[in-house]
């Protein structure tokens, strides 16, 4: 045998030898895609009920103040963090009341009949008067807060990173119920028909009762939630730390489907941001910085984007546009169906929280703590404001209220009648 052709035939089996490595090392990934399965062990949860003469929440508080409500983080169950019918037009400059909290409060509130209540990372959970910003209760509940707390009728639902999750009585700040995860709880929590949904460390998504904490399903999901479930029809939906996006049925546990997010072809990515639907699609963005769009009812992907950089924002959602922050400085708006880019605007800083559309606004914050209004049709900024650094505001019929770096701030509208 010549030396030119042991040289090609030992070249060949390199090759070959380079290419069963690959192909081994793509199968072994593809193999580790968690299939996630029913919990029937529940081990380390267990439920608290308080004593009888508080196991009972106050009956339903009076509709006061605005009729509008934001019961939960996104302002409604599926997340969608917009509010396009309520025209408030820009804030006045002067605020009708400021309060100052113990700590940050990384999510925004949650608002009915005339209350809003707050998490802080510090553990403190306030009941505050939305028309003069008194603090109407306090209380603290182990573990940091980063998340929005879940208004039910007469309960408020807690989430807690000690692994609680926690009923109050939303009059009264009485404990009605706590129930232990034996895991983290960064979730924000949504309740839907008598059943709180919510993720854990451990990548469980959990439904329990809201009345009794008592585990209705848990559901492993073989990856880490830090995202705030979605619902809408008869799925919830939730996105893990293993790249995977999940929807099951809301009643049963049961899967209807998962999609595994490649960041490149030897891993998975990881999704810190929580999906937020129109019903047809789920949009995420990964922390990689890959905006994502899935079919809701099948799981197939119908458009990505890579705008780079950290992605913990989750989408907020109209009819019309998607709208999503990054960590390029850059807020950016793209059609629902199609994935292209109608818009991009550079606010200057770093966008860690969730954009809110209110009107025909999105408001954003930046690590830089300034606080922005947009023009949803073009990107122009038309407001702004020294002081924030997550997602920024909820409002009401009338209100914005601000979440702004420790403090909760209440402006009119200027349209606001």
Not at 340 to 349: E, I
Request: aromatic share 10%.
């Amino acid at each position: 045998m010549s030396k030119a052709m042991k040289w090609t035939l030992l070249g060949a089996l390199v090759l070959v030898l380079l290419l069963a490595g690959l192909a081994a090392a793509l199968w072994l990934r593809a193999r580790d895609a968690p299939e996630g399965s029913i919990d029937t062990d529940l081990s380390g949860v267990t439920v608290t009920v308080a004593k009888k003469t508080h196991s009972k929440a106050s009956t339903k508080p009076k509709m006061i103040g605005d009729r509008t409500c934001w019961l939960e983080f996104g302002g409604n169950p599926e997340r969608t963090l917009a509010r396009p019918d309520q025209l408030l037009g820009l804030p006045v400059r002067k605020p009708l009341w400021s309060r100052v909290l113990d700590d940050y409060a990384e999510f925004p509130p949650s608002y009915c009949d005339g209350m809003l209540y707050v998490n802080t990372l510090r553990g403190h959970t306030y009941a505050i008067v939305a028309a003069t910003g008194k603090v109407r209760w306090k209380r603290r509940i182990p573990g940091s807060k980063p998340s929005t707390p879940a208004i039910d009728g007469p309960r408020l639902i807690v989430t807690s990173k000690d692994g609680t999750v926690t009923s109050l009585d939303r009059e009264t700040g009485k404990l009605l119920w706590q129930l232990t995860t034996n895991s983290g709880v960064e979730s924000s929590p949504v309740v839907v028909d008598g059943l709180v949904y919510f993720g854990a460390h451990d990548g469980r998504l959990f439904a329990v009762s809201s009345r009794s904490g008592r585990v209705r399903w848990a559901y492993d999901t073989g990856g880490r939630i830090n995202a705030s479930p979605s619902v809408f029809g008869r799925r919830v939906c939730v996105t893990t730390y293993a790249g995977g996006i999940f929807c099951l049925d809301r009643v049963n546990g049961r899967k209807l489907w998962s999609t595994y997010i490649k960041r490149d072809p030897f891993r998975y990515d990881s999704f810190y941001s929580s999906p937020s639907t129109d019903g047809q699609r789920l949009y995420t963005i990964s922390r990689s910085g890959k905006i994502v769009a899935v079919n809701a009812h099948n799981g197939h992907v119908v458009w990505t984007h890579d705008v780079g950089g950290w992605g913990y924002a989750t989408p907020a959602v109209t009819t019309r546009r998607v709208f999503i922050g990054g960590f390029d400085g850059s807020l950016r708006a793209f059609k629902p169906a199609t994935g292209m880019q109608v818009w991009r605007t550079d606010v200057g800083g770093k966008i860690l929280g969730s954009p809110v559309v209110v009107g025909n606004l999105v408001f954003v914050t930046t690590t830089s703590q300034r606080t922005y209004a947009l023009r949803t049709e073009d990107g122009k900024i038309v407001w702004h404001l020294r002081l924030g650094k997550y997602t920024p505001v909820i409002a009401t019929e009338r209100t914005y209220y601000f979440s702004l770096f420790g403090r909760l701030i209440a402006v009119r509208g200027r349209h606001a009648h």
